[in-house]
């Protein structure tokens, strides 16, 4: 039979090693992973010219936004960045407005989804402690569950152990994972409490707030619970040296916990945020030359199993002023990508290691079957990218509604030049040539 599209002249990374390969693409599917002259016939054929492709990026921390926050983001122009950035599927956060708590407001979400999104996209959801609602929103599609120990985002308190033992033995039970923000809120809003009563309000009185020790507690907790429970876990955006020797240790000890690093916490130190001001508030913040080299470490050793973006657009008006008043976060899905190739091009990683933290690890642990390699019968995701092509950061490019970044200037070397989505190119170069809906939305 005849393939749709053959890919030939490649390296490519299949998730496990490097070869030389052309790739042939059938429905969406890759059929053959092989030298050229063993590629079946294909109605279209195209040199990539020695480029390299690798399995689909995964972005497994994106807060889409969309509905009555459309207007920092939708899911069109969430997903158009996601597809000019080089991804290929994102998992989109549940603190949206209204919150995805319901199967309802889940579905509401997917239906208005499935019109708009350029990438896949799949959805967490905040499970209430209700084992029926919770399978109930499995079935409607939730990927996964979040919880946030640091903001109320549901209606039991996640400050109590037994609430936070149960929330996650009725996910397992229901068959997903759980991710964890692991900063503990009764630290924080105690800290935040005695800095505004004494008025201050500096950009470094934020790190005051959230101190180390908020991240160790919240991590310490997640880890017991996940051993009470049963479940598995992921801690998201891991920041400090102490977070990552604890969760190193549990994994020692086989306790099925995972966690991920953003790319602001690798490349970016609490310097930073004392010189670009309010516009780099982010939670947890970013932290000391300490902290980013253990994460490096953490990452190389594979302790840190997954780089996601925290992709968190906010109108510009909204992150500047008080410092106790802005909102916490920037984009990150058109930088991600970029700042890995250029730290594999600066030998400060292995490609190797970044294949597998965007690709492989996300797609195990979030159970993306046929997702997260180049294999024959995988999904036809994936992104060929250009080692040695340049694009210097410049935010008023974004397909983001968020045009700033704090790596606004950064000369980055390493950029994606093609993403393909289901075998369909959604992106030439920094160009979005996807239509709406030529994303799917993944369920369960
Ligand atoms: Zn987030």
Redesign the pocket.
């Known amino acids: 039979m005849r393939s749709d599209l053959n890919l030939v002249n490649l390296k490519v990374h299949t998730g496990e090693l490097l070869i030389e390969a052309g790739i042939s693409i059938r429905d969406g599917k890759i059929v053959k992973v092989a030298k050229t002259p063993n590629l079946p016939e294909a109605e279209e054929t195209m040199d990539c010219g020695g480029l390299l492709a690798i399995p689909g990026p995964i972005d497994v ?1 994106v ?1 889409l936004r969309d509905m009555e926050l459309s207007y920092k983001e939708d899911f069109y122009t969430g997903t158009c960045a996601a597809a000019a950035g080089g991804f290929t599927t994102v998992l989109d ?1 549940p603190n949206t407005k209204p919150p995805t708590d319901s199967p309802e407001k889940l579905a509401e979400k997917v239906e208005r989804a499935r019109r708009s999104v350029v990438v896949n996209v799949g959805f967490y959801a905040i499970p209430p402690l209700d084992g029926q609602t919770v399978r109930e929103l499995v079935s409607r599609g939730a990927v996964a569950f979040k919880v946030n120990l640091c903001k109320r985002w549901t209606d039991w308190d996640t400050g109590n152990q037994e609430n936070l033992v149960k929330a996650f033995r009725i996910v397992s039970e229901a068959g997903r994972p759980v991710a964890v ?1 692991a900063e503990e809120g009764s630290i924080v809003s105690e800290a935040e409490g005695r800095l505004r009563s004494s008025g201050r309000s500096g950009v470094m009185d934020y790190l005051e707030a959230h101190p180390d020790r908020a991240e160790f507690r919240a991590v310490r907790r997640v880890i017991q619970a996940t051993l009470s429970s049963g479940a598995r876990t992921h801690v ?2 891991v920041s400090t040296v102490w977070a990552v020797e604890a969760l190193s240790r549990a994994k020692r000890f086989r306790v099925p916990v995972t966690c991920e690093v953003t790319p602001h916490h690798l490349f970016l130190t609490s310097k930073d945020l004392e010189r670009i001001g309010t516009k780099a508030i982010v939670d947890p913040p970013l932290r000391s030359e300490v902290d980013v080299e253990a994460l490096w470490r953490a990452l190389r050793e594979g302790v840190v199993d997954v780089v996601a973006s ?1 992709h ?1 657009p906010h109108a510009e008006w909204e992150k500047v002023g008080d410092v106790w008043e802005v909102s916490p ?1 920037f984009p990150g899905l058109e930088t991600t990508l970029p700042l890995m190739l250029d730290a594999v091009n600066r030998g400060l990683v292995e490609l190797d290691v970044v294949v597998r933290a965007l690709c492989v690890r996300p797609a195990e642990i979030f159970g993306l079957v046929g997702k997260g390699r180049i294999r024959e019968g995988y999904d036809a995701d994936l992104v060929l990218v250009d080692m040695d092509g340049w694009w210097r950061v410049d935010p008023s490019e974004f397909h983001s509604k968020a045009k700033y970044s704090p790596f606004e200037g950064w000369r980055l070397m390493g950029v994606p030049v093609k993403t393909i989505v289901g075998g369909v190119v959604v992106a030439e170069g920094r160009e979005v040539v996807g239509k709406p809906g030529s994303g799917r939305v993944l369920v369960g």
Request: a negative charge; glycine letters at 12%.
């Open positions: 921390h807060h956060m923000h998201c955006h925290d968190a976060g």
